[in-house]
């Protein structure tokens, strides 16, 4: 069971929280490489021969330890939560939804605030414990009020993703 399971509905995301400019290390891309090469359902390119073979130097059965299990992962200091999502149109109407995508009109829009504020924890502890394990530096970045995010979290903002982490860990 889900809150507001619809199975057809229209779906809409800002591309400007699309994170790009990761950093990864060689291994990462390799890893990454397998992973498309495998999902590729005909055909694979690479500038050089010897990219076409990412297998010779990685584990092919555990995707899930690849980057030490968070190569798939965005960096969630670059992740922006919302708890409601307005549009406004051209003729001047609007609507709304909440987190779970019910619209104003019906019962249940917005009274999930007791999730709602334990996804916003979980998210503030995974801020934290990408900060312990990656440093200040962004493993992605996205736009936010249309600018690119910063590259480097300053010092106080780093020791603040570090404290998150020490709540998780107690």
Request: a positive charge; charged letters at 30%.
């Amino acid at each position: 069971m889900r809150p507001n399971p619809t199975l057809f509905r229209d779906a809409f995301f800002n591309f400007m929280d699309i994170q790009i400019l990761r950093h990864l290390s060689e291994q990462e891309v390799r890893e990454m490489n397998f992973i498309i090469k495998s999902r590729a359902r005909r055909y694979i390119g690479a500038a050089k021969e010897e990219w076409l073979f990412p297998e010779k130097h990685i584990s092919k059965s555990q995707w899930n330890t690849y980057g030490n299990g968070y190569l798939l992962m965005p960096d969630p200091r670059d992740v922006h939560y919302t708890t409601q999502t307005i549009i406004g149109f051209e003729g001047g109407g609007s609507t709304g939804y909440d987190p779970y995508g019910r619209r104003p009109w019906q019962s249940d829009f917005g009274k999930e605030e007791g999730s709602v504020r334990r996804e916003m924890e979980t998210l503030q502890r995974f801020q934290g414990e990408f900060a312990r394990l990656f440093g200040p530096f962004r493993r992605g970045r996205s736009y936010e009020f249309g600018r690119l995010s910063k590259e480097r979290d300053d010092d106080s903002f780093h020791q603040y993703h570090l404290s998150l982490d020490k709540k998780k860990r107690g």
